[in-house]
């Protein structure tokens, strides 16, 4: 999990080009998110910086460091005195090339990744602060890491406001059970038992025509999701049956389709641990990259998810 290809990024200031944080070198790594296998699972681009260094930017420069990394989601990990390898607290933002969301599973996987296993910090758990509140991750032996994260229970929803949104997202309508949504604007769609997970694997949603097609504002992104079983082909190359499989689309954020996405998960747990009377759910986003998550459900609001991440990279942004 620790073995990565070695490659430094320089971004230097272009000549004439006056910056304001000239000299400040933030420590970058790129790493997938969700899977053992590089190619795979969701990228997220790590940033490693000091509280003193974090306050000589403002709100509008982290978001351009995204976008100049331009991966679906940047992590910065904020350390009150530059203390990565022994610390166990730690500031956390996360920003996708558009803007500064309020959480992101996939970059707390992906920073927690970095601080384990690429930087050695030797804490059984780490806690990440957030403005989701407390994040608290920890090491998994036989899964890499686990994340617990507050759950997001989504409730019923008319599909009349949505028709024209489910439309160019499923095609047939006439494919949906039923649809919810959560506070946070995810809208959760689920397909009948009847359709396959290569089914959800092939469709093809408008997704640039999303954000014109339905422009409330309270709409973060749609997930479509499909109950698993062996009969309609939702089962791991081991033939281990999935509980739910799903894919996740949040053009109104930045990233057409998010390949694994964490906070979804945070949502939809929710959902199907009601529906399927269990804690303990085994589950695939079987976006194009595609990545599998094993989620527990508590009790106390608040949801584990656990998987492995791969470290591709390693470099030195400058300002």
């Not at 920003?95 to 992101?104: F, H, I, N, S």
């Amino acid at each position: 999990m620790t073995s990565y290809l070695r490659k430094v990024i320089t971004v230097k200031k272009m000549s004439g080009v006056e910056s304001k944080n000239a000299n400040l070198g933030i420590d970058t790594y790129l790493v997938d998110a969700f899977t053992d296998k590089i190619f795979l699972g969701n990228p997220a681009a790590v940033c490693l910086m000091t509280k003193y260094e974090a306050k000589k930017l403002n709100d509008n420069d982290f978001v351009m460091i995204a976008a100049e990394l331009n991966q679906p989601n940047t992590a910065f990990v904020v350390s009150e005195n530059n203390d990565f390898t022994t610390g166990s607290q730690f500031g956390l933002r996360w920003c996708t090339r558009l803007k500064e969301v309020d959480l992101c599973g996939h970059g707390t996987m992906a920073a927690s990744a970095v601080l384990f296993y690429t930087l050695g910090n030797d804490n059984e758990q780490l806690e990440f602060s957030t403005k989701s509140g407390p994040l608290y991750v920890k090491k998994a032996s036989n899964r890499g890491i686990s994340m617990n994260l507050p759950i997001s229970p989504p409730e019923p929803m008319n599909q009349e406001p949505f028709s024209d949104l489910l439309k160019i997202t499923v095609g047939d309508v006439d494919l949906v059970q039923e649809v919810q949504l959560d506070k946070t604007g995810k809208l959760l769609v689920r397909l009948r038992d009847e359709v396959t997970r290569e089914a959800l694997m092939k469709l093809k949603p408008q997704t640039e025509a999303m954000v014109s097609t339905y422009n409330k504002g309270d709409l973060h992104g749609i997930g479509v999701t499909l109950k698993g079983s062996r009969k309609n082909g939702c089962v791991d190359k081991d033939g281990n049956v999935y509980d739910f499989v799903s894919r996740y689309f949040c053009p109104w954020d930045g990233p057409l389709e998010d390949q694994v996405c964490g906070s979804w998960h945070t949502v939809i747990c929710d959902y199907w641990s009601k529906e399927l009377g269990k804690q303990d759910l085994y589950v695939n986003q079987c976006s194009p990259r595609g990545g599998q998550l094993w989620l527990t459900v508590g009790e106390d609001g608040r949801v584990t998810l656990s998987g492995q991440a791969v470290m591709r990279m390693k470099g030195v942004f400058f300002l």
